[in-house]
């Protein structure tokens, strides 16, 4: 079974400094795909970034870009210019690229200070 | 992606009671997933439930605890039964239109007292 570990439990960055969470995940599949979701106080669950693992290219969204290193298996996700409303719980997740929909696997997930 | 109304967004219970939470989708889906968020923890899928057939459900998990409904392609509901202060946690469901397009409930925050 597919296992994500995220091995920083809080984080805490400077207002428009950048930070960066880490993530590790195991899986024997060669396919799959990665993502960064962010849970605000309200509880809703946002996606932040994917990536997909046939992908060499790291995704990038604004002001969030990974670090994809897919032989090391790592998933780090980097926020620059941190604004205060980056403040939250931060979960990476693993889904299979196998046949139909699969359901996620997450990590246990950092909280992210944004020190004003 | 798809939009998710779930409700309720909260209740405070009485141990021994049950709660059933809905998930109404705005379009047809084929599977829809449902989580518990424990306290200050991560997501744990509870099952799976596709329209036509019985739920799977992941070790831990049992029917006639979480028992779950799939009338349709757009519409769940997670019943927690015969609740215990254990329970109190925060219930999500979800749901996949693309290979990446996952989409969220807003979740039910449940307290058992």
């Known amino acids: 079974a597919q296992t994500v570990t995220q091995s920083q439990p809080e984080m805490s960055v400077q207002e428009a400094e950048t930070v960066t969470l880490s993530c590790t995940y195991d899986t024997s599949e060669s396919d799959y795909y990665l993502f960064w979701y962010k849970q605000p106080p309200s509880r809703q669950m946002i996606l932040v970034i994917r990536q997909e693992a046939y992908k060499q290219q790291n995704a990038t969204e604004n002001r969030f870009s990974v670090n994809f290193q897919k032989a090391a298996k790592s998933f780090s996700l980097k926020i620059s210019d941190s604004q205060l409303g980056d403040a939250a719980m931060y979960f990476c997740a693993y889904r299979s690229a196998g046949q139909g929909n699969t359901p996620l696997v997450f990590g246990k997930g950092t909280r992210l200070s944004v020190i004003a | 992606s798809a939009v998710i109304s779930q409700k309720p967004s909260r209740d405070i219970c009485q141990r021994g009671t049950s709660l059933t939470i809905q998930c109404q989708v705005d379009s047809q889906v084929t599977m829809m997933f449902w989580y518990r968020q424990q306290p200050g923890q991560s997501l744990t899928l509870i099952a799976t439930a596709n329209q036509g057939s019985e739920a799977t459900y992941e070790s831990g998990f049992v029917i006639d605890k979480f028992p779950i409904s799939r009338p349709n392609l757009t519409f769940s509901t997670l019943t927690v039964s015969n609740m215990s202060p254990e329970d109190s946690s925060i219930y999500l469901c979800?749901?996949?239109?693309?290979?990446?397009?996952?989409?969220f409930g807003s979740g039910t925050r449940l307290t058992v007292v």
């Open positions: 979800s749901v996949a239109r693309a290979i990446y397009g996952y989409t």
